[in-house]
């Protein structure tokens, strides 16, 4: 378990308990509170209000064949052998495994330039989400984004103006922050990155064309 | 488990006059007095365990007369239209019945369990993809929850529910269409004004001992 220092804002916790979040979110979300006991019990908390409106929700009027058909559901299914959850052994928690298709060694790469790599994993009208590789000791070209922009680090580290960022650390930008990354010397800094706008780019344009516009 | 008696887990038992439920008018016993019982989380979780251990259709049965006219008003008052709620809902119901043995109630309270359920089989078919999902921790096969943990989740539970109770009608009603899906992320605000402190550190606790008892 990563010892988290900055965490996720409740905003964003109780958004993704009531899944009100872009996709994009989710994803990092779900990373973070897999490195962080902290956000995993804040996370349960919002998970009870759930519970509390469901009780409370008053009761819509079933189907008539309602009980029948869901018992014709499970009969003959046993409840499931209680198993052990998957555990990562890797760099990445779980859900960023599975929506890579393995761990750091399985990243579709694109170079952006300045040695700084980029692969995007999910892209569209909700926002997007990607996984940004800076060379050990680099600073990242001041940039700005549309909408809020989510930064998980998963390997390494990285400071700016408000501090240091490690492994499990978020750190949360409006449109008004333009911050300068600098990776820390010694080793490269892998960070999952997500924004609610859409990419500047859409993928078609020549990879030439796709610098850190965006980023 | 500790299997209480029925009559334990009742926490309120109101004789009321006539019609003492909304909606209660075609019940053939109006005007006669009807009791009400509503139980508490304890006879929930009981049922669960009996569908884990023992595949207790009658279990099954009682679970879905209470919680299935509650989770298809949670999916309409999400979005859902009358079928895809029903179907939805059968969906989430044979859930409970296969992951029965998956629910730790040393960490959620059965109605959030089964919100938690409900939500993400909303996230499935109205939004179209599969939510990803933080890793859970390590346990074993053997792992059973600590009865005092059990315990003092379900007290806090019920608090919680209290507390959404009296909240002023406004804001209660915020909450509700957060958790509804009706507001965006960045309209969702934390400030909730529910004790969610203590339910917090509950959970850290029983986290804590999980993690414990598997080094």
Redesign the interface.
């Known amino acids: ?1 990563t010892d988290v220092n900055h965490h996720i ?7 993704y ?7 994009a ?3 990092v979300v ?2 973070h ?2 490195l962080s ?2 956000a ?24 008539e064949d ?2 029948e ?3 014709a ?2 009969s003959g ?12 052994e890797g760099i990445f ?4 495994q ?2 890579v298709g393995g761990d750091l060694d399985a990243v579709n790469w694109r170079s952006v330039g300045m040695g700084v790599k980029q692969a995007v994993l999910h892209s569209g009208k909700d926002g997007s989400a990607r996984l940004l590789m800076i060379p050990a000791g680099q600073a990242m070209p001041v940039h700005g984004h549309r909408g ?1 922009e989510m930064t998980l680090v998963l390997k390494g580290a990285y400071s700016d103006d408000d501090g240091r960022y490690a492994r499990g650390d978020i750190e949360i930008a409006d449109e008004e922050m333009h911050h300068t990354p600098i990776a820390d010397a010694g080793e490269d800094c892998v960070c999952l990155i997500a924004t ?1 706008a859409p990419l500047k780019f859409d993928g078609l344009l020549p990879r030439i064309a796709q610098p850190f516009v965006g980023i | 488990m500790l299997l209480a008696n029925d009559q334990a887990e009742m926490t309120k038992v109101a004789v009321v006059g006539p019609d003492p439920v909304p909606g209660a008018a075609k019940s053939k016993r109006r005007g006669k007095p009807v009791t009400i019982v509503e139980y508490t989380d304890a006879h929930w979780v009981a049922r669960i365990e009996a569908i884990a251990r023992d595949q207790d259709q009658a279990a099954f049965v009682d679970l879905f007369r209470h919680f299935a006219p509650k989770v298809k008003a949670f999916l309409i008052k999400s979005g859902a239209d009358a079928s895809l709620a029903e179907e939805c809902m059968q969906d989430v119901m044979a859930t409970l019945w296969r992951k029965a043995h998956m629910y730790d109630p040393a960490r959620a309270s059965v109605s959030t369990w089964i919100f938690t359920v409900a939500r993400n089989r909303k996230i499935d078919l109205l939004r179209k993809y599969a939510r990803p999902e933080p890793e859970d921790l390590p346990w074993g096969p053997e792992a059973e929850p600590d009865q005092a943990d059990v315990i003092a989740l379900q007290q806090e539970s019920s608090k919680l529910a209290e507390a959404l109770k009296e909240l002023p009608e406004k804001q209660r009603v915020l909450i509700e269409r957060a958790y509804f899906g009706d507001l965006t992320h960045s309209e969702i605000a934390a400030e909730t004004g529910l004790p969610l402190g203590t339910i917090k550190s509950r959970i850290r606790l029983a986290l804590d001992r999980l993690r414990h008892n598997m080094t």
């Not at chain 1, 804002?9 to 958004?15: A, K, T």
């Not at chain 1, 928690?93 to 960023?96: A, D, G, I, V, W």
């Open positions: 378990m804002s409740d905003d964003l916790l109780m958004g308990a009531a899944g009100a979040l872009p996709q979110f989710d994803l779900a990373t509170v897999s006991e902290d995993r019990a804040r996370l349960t908390g919002f998970e009870a209000i759930g519970g509390a409106v469901l009780d409370r929700v008053g009761e819509a009027e079933l189907a309602s009980l058909a869901t018992l559901r499970i299914v046993e409840p499931e052998e209680r198993s052990a959850p998957e555990q990562s928690p779980t859900p960023l599975r929506v809020l609610d």
